[in-house]
């Protein structure tokens, strides 16, 4: 196959396609679809950790053709938020889903301060929610009675890009310190030895002990949610690039390791590498997010002279695998269609699977303009 011919067209299939929905959709934010239309979060549900995402495609979009359509949807999308930065039960860990893509995305882009006020705002929030006793971001809010209070998981490595840039913005070390900890923390209870990853893993909020771990959103405790496995892969290079600490680079390609063999060979990904055998649910976001991180991986690698860029291309190769099996096997290329990714799954255990989901498409995108070079990195 010719890598570059096959990246070209099928961004252009997606700038095609994506130029008719996000007409249709300008004024929503969506998480799935109902019938092939867009459903829109930004009314009562606008604390939702995934708000970002429709934004940020519309960053990737304003930075792939210059069309100010994208721009405008994606400062709409940018001002709704600022409802959730002011409630405070609506704040979790989840800042930088929610404010990479739409207000420090923004920030990068056009310099705009009101964006660069939004994007410091939301990191001093994830900053608050750092337990030093355990050394661990904070997940979940509860109801008050402190039962999640030391519940960490591991989606949070993707949200320390937001301290990271906190850091390179201010020179304020303790964005710095908070992130590392916290992804410190992360290697050592969250990665097992076969480089598998815990969804959730909680400590004793007063002391900081570790207590126990939970299956979260995988098939059981114990198991392997590839979603899970992906925000660590992801998540680590991401730290890596960031800091250029060898160890987290070491931690990625750990777990990349065992998610590249756990691949099935049509590069389709189960919810669970551990589901029952008899299971075939799938979920196409794990795909999508591994692929962006086994990318950066690959990219990482190439500057490391000769041995490097031997070990690079086996990170590439699985990561065009998934990509190219999603495309032909799991997007919707209908114009009418306000989707591209099928079969993505929230959590094993919820009651429905295999639908669109906003954050499926947008990492598609992201990993496709990786290969072709028109990729703003957001992260």
């Known amino acids: 196959m010719d890598e570059k011919k096959w990246a070209q067209e099928t961004a252009e299939k997606i700038k095609r396609k994506m130029r008719l929905v996000a007409e249709r959709n300008r004024h929503k934010i969506p998480y799935t679809t109902e019938n092939g239309v867009f459903d829109d979060w930004s009314g009562d549900r606008i604390c939702w950790w995934t708000n970002g995402f429709w934004g940020g495609i519309m960053w990737q979009l304003y930075h792939a053709t210059k069309d100010e359509l994208y721009r405008e949807i994606a400062l709409e999308n940018e001002e709704k938020l600022d409802v959730n930065l002011m409630t405070a039960e609506g704040m979790n860990h989840d800042s930088g889903f929610r404010w990479l893509p739409t207000a420090v995305a923004d920030y990068r882009v056009t310099g705009n301060k009101a964006s660069f006020n939004r994007g410091l705002l939301a990191a001093n929030d994830l900053a608050g929610r750092f337990n030093p006793a355990g050394q661990f971001i904070r997940a979940w809010n509860d109801s008050g009675d402190g039962s999640k209070a030391g519940w960490a998981i591991i989606d949070c490595m993707m949200n320390l890009p937001l301290l990271y840039w906190a850091y390179e ?4 070390p303790r964005y710095l310190h908070i992130a590392t900890l916290h992804a410190d923390t992360a290697a050592k209870y969250f990665i097992r030895e076969d480089g598998s990853a815990n969804h959730i893993v909680a400590f004793d909020p007063v002391t900081g002990a570790f207590s126990d771990t939970f299956g979260g959103q995988g098939y059981a405790k114990g198991s392997s949610w590839t979603r899970g496995q992906a925000w660590a892969l992801y998540g680590f290079i991401l730290s890596y690039l960031h800091t250029r600490n060898e160890t987290y680079l070491n931690t990625a390609k750990k777990v990349a390791n065992y998610f590249i ?9 189960p919810v669970d590498f551990r589901q029952p055998a008899d299971c075939t649910l799938e979920d196409s ?16 690698l190439e500057e ?14 699985a990561a065009l695998k998934l990509l190219t099996a999603l495309s032909e096997k799991r997007c919707n290329w209908d114009d009418g269609c306000d989707h591209l990714l099928e079969k993505c799954t929230a959590a094993f255990h919820d009651k429905t699977h295999e639908f669109a989901i906003i954050y499926g498409d947008y990492y598609f995108i992201e990993a496709v303009w990786k290969l072709t070079g028109e990729e703003l990195f957001i992260w």
């Open 169 to 172: 913005e201010t020179c304020d």
């Open 261 to 269: 063999a756990n691949t099935p060979e049509n590069g389709l990904i």
């Open 285 to 300: 976001t794990a795909s999508a997010i591994a692929a962006c991180g086994l990318l950066e991986i690959a990219r990482a």
């Open 304 to 317: 490391k002279g000769e041995l490097g860029a031997t070990e690079s291309r086996i990170y590439h190769s």
